[in-house]
């Protein structure tokens, strides 16, 4: 059914458990798996001429995130080798999350994403704002989300 699925991560607890749940299910259905992770955006909170003095700097977010990727994406890398299933890893910085996801879906050439959602509602989810339902909305190729 599916041959290749993007298993996105932010390296939450609730994320871990979605990993290994997209990998026994690629497993069960002979299908590889393409773990992902796209940082936050990197913003600049200034308050007019305001500059925070422990303001990071571009190129150190970026080695952060590199890092971070790193070190979610061998989690994922792990699990599939442990349960024999082929993984590829790809790590995108994007003005948002879900844009990066379906940037890597298509580039990976994914025909399923399998990512975990909080369940964030009300007005923490308008003021946080859910990666998984923007990534429902707008998704042109299958989403299952575990929760």
């Known amino acids: 059914m599916f041959k290749n699925i993007l298993i996105p991560t ?10 290994k749940a997209g990998i026994a299910y690629a497993k069960s259905t002979g299908a590889r798996v393409t773990g ?6 990197y913003e600049i909170l200034a308050y007019g001429e305001y500059f925070p003095p422990d303001l990071m700097s571009r190129a150190e977010w970026d080695e952060r995130s590199k890092k971070t990727a790193r ?15 082929a993984c590829d890893s790809l790590h995108l910085a994007r003005l948002a999350p879900w844009q990066a996801i379906f940037e890597a879906a298509k580039k990976k050439k994914c025909d399923l ?4 959602s909080h369940g964030r509602t009300g007005l923490l ?12 909305t707008h998704s042109k190729i299958p989403v299952l989300i575990y929760r």
């Not at 932010?10 to 990993?19: E, F």
């Not at 992902?36 to 955006?41: A, I, K, N, T, V």
């Open 36 to 41: 992902f992770y796209s940082p936050e955006p």
């Open 125 to 136: 989810g308008l003021l946080l704002g859910s990666q998984a339902t923007k990534v429902i």
């Open 113 to 116: 994403i399998f990512m975990a």
């Open 10 to 19: 932010d390296g939450s607890t609730l994320s871990k458990k979605a990993i």
């Open 71 to 85: 070190k979610f994406l061998a989690v994922i890398e792990k699990e599939a080798k442990a349960a024999g299933v």
